[in-house]
């Protein structure tokens, strides 16, 4: 069993940037591919960013040229890097696994093993 656990979440003025960190414990070596999600309260989750183990990645429309997704291996973490904030990315955002999956399989499904999810606040 896997689990995650992020970090990094904050409030920035529209502009700035921030980076968040999905650390996992347990056996990440079977997770084949991971994504961001973020979710605003009364909102159904939205897929923000994907990657496999081949490093393929997958970028919701709205956030492409602004977020970056990688992951460290080595140190069993994901990651986002937000560029160009805007206050429409407010949200609360969770990392998400499957074992089995590319990284359209994550961004686009729901991936059952997750974190507990990290705030992110962007003010005008």
């Known amino acids: 069993q896997v689990q995650f656990q992020e970090s990094g979440g904050g409030s920035v003025q529209a502009g700035g940037s921030l980076r968040l960190s999905c650390a996992a414990s347990?056996?990440?070596?079977?997770?084949?591919?991971m994504a961001w999600f973020r979710q605003e309260p009364g909102k159904a989750p939205e897929g923000v960013a994907a990657?496999?183990?081949?490093?393929?990645?997958v970028y919701a429309d709205s956030v492409k040229g602004r977020f970056t997704i990688s992951r460290d291996n080595a140190r069993k973490t994901l990651y986002l890097q937000m560029n160009s904030l805007k206050p429409e990315d407010t949200a609360m955002y969770y990392c998400?696994?499957?074992?089995?999956?590319?990284?359209?399989?994550?961004?686009?499904?729901?991936?059952?093993?997750r974190g507990q999810g990290t705030q992110v606040t962007v003010s005008s």
């Open positions: 347990g056996y990440f070596g079977s997770m084949t591919c």
């Open positions: 998400a696994a499957e074992s089995g999956g590319l990284a359209y399989d994550c961004y686009s499904g729901d991936p059952p093993y």
């Open positions: 990657i496999d183990r081949d490093d393929y990645t």
